[in-house]
């Protein structure tokens, strides 16, 4: 087959190509990133059916997250070995396949598994759509661009929520994984038409021990973490996957700086400017992965909350992403990328540091209002960042530092959910401890008892079964009362690490020269 260069579809095409390319990658990418949060808001009607505990069930997020990460380093190597045209078009086909073994899952394992295909597939096609609307845009309107491939980013986890709730509460979570399946059709028609098919003149070698000792140091890292909590933190697994984790990922640096074909380009970090970059990349999607994944379980296991209902909660937010998005990728070609992410970082964590005053009986419209808060900041984040960070390499690292800027981000998301999820059981468990503790051990809980009983006294119940249903009653006060702390104590978690976040943003500054 002939091949097909940017410069002659430019060519053909003329000044619409740029966004010709852009509606054909993102409407591929928004297919397969809505994925990566849809399935938060079928969690608790999955963990029922399955049997699945929450250690068990944020899985379904972590291994997507975690699978898309590891992939999003071997985008590079699929490009130039197959061409961007088929690269893209082997992702649809494996999200595909992917979504049909999910549909049909019959237990827990196959549907992890199918999240872990959908993610590696995300995860090869996310850098190849950002570096290609990167080569299309010139200089002066790559901010733009970045907006644009922001809004398909962020806006598609957003509304994913959505849409999945409805079609949940019509149907069932087996029609979650139909959804994209028209976009992946339609992605992969417009990417045969519109995509080039340039591939590198001898094809490159696969680091495949780069990516085996990554993957066996992400799994083991996310599978001790989230057995933390349930085996205990010194347990033998925890301690070995913690070891196991640390050497893999060490090999794995080692291995890069002596490959001549790394996965990772670790030359991209010999910029302090892109290194600050990177760390609010970790950070950024350690909080917005995290608080996405919270948001929905809150609403549904603490407020009772339809899948619908929790997935309205997130549209009107994702509503005004998407209007931020263009907006702030505009800017971000007019000031200094530090400044926007500056003022977005700071609107995120004050979103979550209002979030960590929820309780049981917070309206829909104050908890979607700190939704969006956070919402706005993310606009003002994404463009710039993206923007921003690739900005300071060399036009040679570009390819690379679009790759590892996005697999820094997805690392944090894969992190951030598993960290969030075992912070909250492990609040939830030490503020139930407690206050069962007050329960049995003060003359308050005494006192309250005796008062719950007499009531239910006077109802009608026989003594016994006043007492029996007094202590239920007051333990499933308690268990609400703890989980709605333990969802308090993990959006303020959320809302440290974004202030935090404030000092990288602020070593993104270009250095003023030195007047001479």
């Not at 699978?67 to 061409?83: E, H, N, Q, R």
């Not at 806006?155 to 029609?175: C, F, K, N």
């Not at 992969?188 to 021990?209: C, E, I, N, V």
Request: aromatic share 10%; with cysteine.
């Amino acid at each position: 087959m002939a091949q097909v260069t940017t410069e002659e579809l430019i060519a053909r095409y003329g000044e619409p190509y740029k966004w010709l390319v852009t509606l054909t990658v993102l409407v591929g990418l928004v297919a397969m990133i809505a994925s990566s949060t849809m399935i938060n808001v079928a969690m608790p009607d999955i963990m029922g059916e399955f049997g699945m505990g929450q250690d068990q069930a944020q899985w379904l997020s972590t291994a997507f997250t975690a699978a898309m990460t590891v992939a999003m380093l071997a985008a590079t190597w699929a490009v130039k070995s197959f061409g961007t045209r088929r690269t893209y078009n082997i992702a649809l086909i494996a999200f595909v396949l992917g979504s049909i073994v999910g549909a049909f899952s019959s237990n827990d394992v196959t549907l992890i598994i199918a999240r872990t295909i959908q993610g590696a597939a995300a995860g090869l096609a996310q850098p190849l759509g950002m570096v290609v609307m990167f080569q299309v845009f010139p200089p002066n309107k790559r901010g733009t661009a970045m907006g644009l491939y922001g809004m398909g980013v962020i806006l598609a986890p957003a509304l994913g929520p959505t849409v999945g709730g409805m079609l949940i509460d019509s149907y069932s979570w087996h029609y979650v994984f139909f959804l994209g399946l028209p976009f992946c059709v339609v992605g992969f028609l417009m990417g045969s038409a519109f995509l080039p098919t340039t591939t590198a003149d001898k094809r490159p070698d696969f680091d495949w021990l780069g990516i085996i000792l990554l993957s066996i140091g992400i799994a083991t890292f996310l599978a001790g973490m989230s057995n933390g909590q349930r085996m205990g933190w010194d347990s033998l697994f925890v301690r070995g996957a913690g070891i196991v984790s640390a050497v893999a990922l060490l090999a794995f640096v080692v291995q890069e700086r002596r490959t001549p074909h790394p996965l990772l380009n670790l030359a991209v970090y010999r910029n302090p400017r892109f290194v600050a970059a990177s760390l609010v990349a970790l950070i950024l999607g350690i909080g917005l992965f995290g608080s996405t994944y919270l948001v929905p379980l809150f609403v549904q296991t603490v407020q009772g909350y339809t899948p619908t209902d929790s997935g309205l909660l997130l549209m009107p937010a994702g509503i005004v992403l998407g209007i931020i998005f263009p907006v702030a990728g505009r800017l971000s070609d007019r000031f200094p990328a530090y400044a926007l992410i500056f003022i977005g970082m700071t609107l995120f964590a004050i979103s979550n540091y209002l979030m960590s005053f929820v309780d049981m009986d917070i309206a829909f419209w104050t908890l979607a209002g700190y939704v969006i808060l956070g919402r706005i900041g993310m606009g003002f984040i994404m463009p710039s960042l993206n923007n921003g960070s690739l900005r300071v390499l060399d036009p040679r690292l570009i390819s690379d530092g679009a790759g590892a800027i996005n697999f820094i981000r997805q690392l944090g998301g894969a992190v951030g959910v598993n960290l969030l999820s075992v912070y909250l059981e492990r609040q939830t468990t030490t503020y139930a401890a407690a206050f069962n503790s007050m329960q049995s051990g003060t003359p308050t809980g005494v006192e309250t008892l005796r008062h719950i009983t007499a009531a239910l006294d006077q109802a009608g119940l026989t003594e016994a079964a006043a007492a029996n249903e007094a202590h239920r009653f007051l333990s499933n006060m308690i268990s609400a009362q703890a989980s709605v702390m333990g969802y308090r104590e993990s959006f303020l978690f959320a809302a440290v690490l974004s202030f935090i976040t404030l000092v990288p943003v602020w070593f993104m500054r270009a250095k003023k020269r030195s007047k001479k």
